[in-house]
């Protein structure tokens, strides 16, 4: 089983974990890190700031180049307090320029200790059913040219090859499709 939650600071101890099994932030590829404010750094303190980052890209369409966005951790089991914690999957409620071109609707990114168990696979699929609830009827995924776990990850949840622009793999997935659930 896999869930989304929300970053919380009561799950700061799992969140640091897993950050720390990244090896850093440098490592995180996916996660959205780069649309945030600032790094996470593994304490308390740390996952303090990285909620309240999270909870700023909410709504505001930050400088222009940042867009509206929600921040989910994946849990590994159904979510519920004291679960332990996956990976990043980060939703852009819309695309600017860049979006369209390079990034996507969603990035996604499984800790190493915990991947191909299909939390990725699962985790894609809710985040395609967040999409739709949010009114999206179809989402952009991308992955680089030769990342071929994100590749499978991608194409195991209905995802539509349309292009290949500047190295990166655009596929569309549908919200309304079977694995929207
Ligand atoms: C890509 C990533 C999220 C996949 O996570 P995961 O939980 O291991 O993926 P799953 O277990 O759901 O597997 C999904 C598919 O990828 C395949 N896969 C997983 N790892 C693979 C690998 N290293 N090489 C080839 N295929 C791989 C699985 O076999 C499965 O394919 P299938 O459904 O055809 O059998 C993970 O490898 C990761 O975090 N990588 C670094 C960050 C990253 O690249 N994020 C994506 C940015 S676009």
Redesign the pocket.
């Given at each position: 089983m896999t869930a989304l939650v929300a970053p919380d600071l009561s799950r700061w101890q799992p969140w640091a974990a897993m950050v720390e099994d990244f090896g850093g932030p440098d490592e995180m590829?996916?996660s959205g890190y780069w649309h945030l404010d600032g790094d996470p750094v593994p304490t308390r303190t740390g996952c303090a700031a990285f909620v309240t980052m999270t909870e700023a890209t909410s709504t505001a369409d930050l400088d222009g180049t940042r867009v509206p966005s929600t921040y989910f951790w994946i849990a590994a089991q159904d979510g519920a307090p004291g679960d332990d914690l996956v990976?990043f999957l980060h939703l852009r409620h819309t695309l600017n320029e860049w979006l369209f071109e390079q990034g996507g609707h969603i990035?996604?990114?499984?800790r190493p200790a915990?991947?191909?168990?299909?939390?990725?696979?699962?985790a894609l699929a809710l985040g395609v059913s967040a999409a739709a609830r949010l009114g999206i009827d179809r989402v952009l995924v991308?992955?680089?040219v030769g990342?071929?776990?994100?590749r499978?990850?991608i194409?195991?949840g209905g995802g539509r090859f349309e292009d290949e622009r500047q190295g990166k793999l655009r596929f569309w997935i549908p919200c309304d499709g079977p694995t929207a659930g």
């Amino acid at each position: 089983m896999t869930a989304l939650v929300a970053p919380d600071l009561s799950r700061w101890q799992p969140w640091a974990a897993m950050v720390e099994d990244f090896g850093g932030p440098d490592e995180m590829h996916g996660s959205g890190y780069w649309h945030l404010d600032g790094d996470p750094v593994p304490t308390r303190t740390g996952c303090a700031a990285f909620v309240t980052m999270t909870e700023a890209t909410s709504t505001a369409d930050l400088d222009g180049t940042r867009v509206p966005s929600t921040y989910f951790w994946i849990a590994a089991q159904d979510g519920a307090p004291g679960d332990d914690l996956v990976g990043f999957l980060h939703l852009r409620h819309t695309l600017n320029e860049w979006l369209f071109e390079q990034g996507g609707h969603i990035g996604y990114s499984v800790r190493p200790a915990a991947r191909r168990r299909g939390h990725a696979s699962r985790a894609l699929a809710l985040g395609v059913s967040a999409a739709a609830r949010l009114g999206i009827d179809r989402v952009l995924v991308t992955c680089d040219v030769g990342n071929d776990a994100s590749r499978r990850t991608i194409e195991a949840g209905g995802g539509r090859f349309e292009d290949e622009r500047q190295g990166k793999l655009r596929f569309w997935i549908p919200c309304d499709g079977p694995t929207a659930g």
